[in-house]
């Protein structure tokens, strides 16, 4: 049975790391793009729409952190990615989410220990 055409059109696959990076990635650049309008006269009405787009940006980055890695290439991708948004601050995640992230990346440590060790 196919899915209706809405669902799909926005539902993300549950595991597909490269996916989720890529939605995180564009939430975070729409909600950077967005803000630079703040200083226009109506960016009053804007509000809700920021809000909406922060909100975007932290399920994706939720959906990021619970999606688990099928190969060593998808876990090392995660892996890179997150540290990168930690380390410039582009994610705001709190301990229990640093948690969830590493239990998903348990299954391929023996790949992802020597990339974090260099």
């Known amino acids: 049975m196919r899915k209706p055409l809405i669902t ?3 539902s ?3 595991d597909d790391i490269s ?3 890529q939605a995180h990635r564009r939430a975070v650049l729409t909600r950077k793009n967005f803000e630079r309008s703040v200083n226009l006269p109506w960016s009053l009405f804007l509000y809700p729409a920021r809000h909406i787009m922060r909100r975007r ?4 980055l939720d959906a990021l952190i619970r999606a688990q890695p099928k190969s060593n290439i998808d876990a090392e991708e995660k892996l890179l990615y997150l540290i990168a948004a930690l380390t410039a601050q582009a994610a705001n995640v709190d301990r229990s989410q640093i948690g969830t992230a590493i239990a998903t990346l348990n299954a391929h440590k023996s790949v992802l220990y020597p990339l974090i060790s260099k």
């Open 8 to 10: 799909s059109l926005f």
């Open 12 to 14: 993300q696959p549950a």
């Open 19 to 21: 996916y989720a990076v």
């Open 57 to 60: 940006e932290k399920q994706t």
